[in-house]
């Protein structure tokens, strides 16, 4: 059951990001005490499986970080550890385990970007080929890119720490709403999701960083540096603005109405987002949540 569950999921393509469920459900389940024993065992008779199926161990690898993500948020369920630093502990554990599957490929395969780097433009490559044929680009704009293009893909590695954190963030985040939802859990009210006041002086260092080297320091590594943090912290901000949304909307008796706004932010998240992230930032001086209680 777990294999097949966790392997329809993870092969669903569209459904992929909800992998870790199954080994979420039958980890919590405190009623079989071999359940956690055939929850190890599903996933190694799974990674068989898969490498038989792929010849490779990526695959495998890559279905390992779900399967960590399932029983780690468990863990953090049942155990009524405080939601923002359960989160925390799950994302920082399984970014971990993914540095170290990158050393071991690294020592294994030899260093991985080239590859990964001729794979990203070959891709943009693609895109603008099509747009080029459907003409959903003006020449100026697709001249542009066509120049561009190289620095934009060095541009999106140097950035890749930060995107792949705010990937397993939305994983995470994702399966603990619907682990929440569908298995009936009590608890961890996602709406009282805060991130530390004392968090904005390092937003308002990496601001003034970003500034100072722009205009006057200009070191390459330093500029690298500073727009990863900038969007780690856009993703903590992102996150509070969420809770501070779902709180009001808590009050609202239509689900119809709730979805209908959740759909708006996920549709038009490029320009919403920002609205949502400047939502939690102002949370900080204005506590929302305290005056929608109040």
């Known amino acids: 059951m ?21 080994f979420f459900y039958f980890w919590q389940k405190k009623d079989l005490s071999y359940n956690r024993g055939w929850v190890l065992a599903s996933f190694l008779i799974s ?21 960590l993500i399932g029983i780690l948020l468990a863990e953090v369920l049942f155990k009524n550890l405080e939601i923002g630093k359960g989160f925390l502990l799950v994302l920082g554990a399984v970014f971990l385990w993914s540095l170290l599957l990158l050393a071991v490929f690294w020592y294994w395969s030899g260093n991985p970007i080239p590859e990964f780097r001729a794979s990203l433009l070959s891709l943009v490559e693609q895109v603008l080929s099509l747009n080029q044929k459907k003409s959903s680009l003006s020449g100026e704009e697709l001249l542009f890119m066509t120049q561009y293009k190289e620095v934009f893909v060095d541009r999106l590695i140097r ?10 963030a939305t994983v995470i985040w994702v399966n603990l709403v ?28 990496i601001g003034i960083l970003y500034f100072a080297n722009a205009y006057s320091i200009r070191i390459g590594w330093l500029t690298d540096g500073v727009i990863n943090g900038l969007v780690l912290y856009g993703m903590l901000y992102f996150m509070q603005g969420m809770a501070v949304v779902a709180s009001f909307l ?12 959740y759909l708006v932010i996920f549709l038009f998240v490029q320009t919403v987002g920002f609205m949502v992230i400047g939502l939690g930032l102002f949370d900080i001086w204005f506590d929302f949540r305290k005056v929608r209680k109040g």
């Open 250 to 261: 808590g009050r609202r008796p239509s689900s119809l109405f709730r979805m209908a706004v």
């Open 2 to 22: 777990i294999v097949l569950g966790g392997l329809a999921l993870y092969g669903s393509g569209l459904f992929v990001i909800f992998t870790p469920l199954p």
């Open 47 to 67: 990674g068989l499986l898969l490498f038989f199926f792929y010849h490779t161990l990526l695959p495998v690898a890559y279905y390992s970080l779900f399967f």
């Open 159 to 168: 950035t890749t720490p930060s995107l792949f954190l705010v990937s397993l």
């Open 178 to 205: 619907m682990a929440r939802r569908f298995f009936r859990l009590s608890g961890h009210d996602l709406t009282s999701w805060k991130v530390n006041d004392k968090a904005v002086w390092g937003l308002i260092f």
